[in-house]
């Protein structure tokens, strides 16, 4: 099932009718325990579009069980590129990304988002997952495009 994926604001996101109820789907599923209760921020997504260092992306699908057949916000993704002194490379990181249980193109997702990261110099991407979670399956299951690098650790300091 093919999908539509292209580069936003993330006001558009936002604003979508879907779009908070995917917003909601993703905190359920990755939230962070010791962060609290999600809460994005439009203002703090628009601030790292405007500095440059942030761009959102959009997954529009056809559903199968919809009678409609409208390509429907169905995914998201925030790309964070920045240069790391230590190394003096451009990285890609996502802050954000999520296809909704119902959808397809959670690979079509990501692969736009790391092209755009190549395009912007990056020769490398990390992903970061929730231990248990979809994306951290993926991750492993094409252990041969994404190497387990790093381990992930959080200390609470209040």
């Known amino acids: 099932m093919s999908a539509v994926i292209r580069q936003c604001r993330a006001r558009e996101i936002f604003e979508n009718p879907r779009?908070?109820?995917l917003i909601d789907e993703?905190?359920?599923?990755?939230?962070?325990?010791?962060?609290?209760?999600?809460?994005?921020?439009?203002?703090?997504?628009?601030?790292l579009e405007a500095a440059g260092i942030g761009q959102c992306f959009a997954a529009y699908q056809s559903l199968p069980w919809d009678p409609i057949g409208d390509q429907r916000l169905v995914g998201f993704a925030m790309v964070l590129i920045a240069v790391v002194p230590h190394f003096s490379l451009a990285l890609g990181n996502y802050e954000s990304v999520f296809v909704s249980?119902?959808?397809?193109?959670?690979g079509q997702l990501m692969d736009a988002?790391?092209?755009?990261?190549?395009?912007?110099?990056?020769?490398?991407?990390?992903?970061?997952?929730?231990?248990?979670?979809?994306?951290?399956?993926?991750?492993?299951?094409?252990?041969?495009?994404?190497?387990?690098?790093?381990?992930?650790?959080?200390?609470?300091?209040?």
């Open 19 to 21: 779009g908070q109820a």
């Open 26 to 47: 993703y905190s359920a599923e990755c939230a962070n325990a010791l962060l609290g209760k999600p809460a994005p921020s439009l203002d703090y997504y628009e601030n």
């Open 101 to 106: 249980k119902d959808a397809s193109c959670g």
């Open 113 to 158: 988002v790391e092209q755009y990261a190549k395009e912007c110099g990056c020769r490398y991407f990390f992903v970061t997952a929730p231990l248990g979670s979809r994306l951290a399956r993926l991750c492993f299951m094409c252990a041969d495009e994404y190497l387990h690098t790093n381990h992930v650790f959080m200390k609470c300091l209040s």
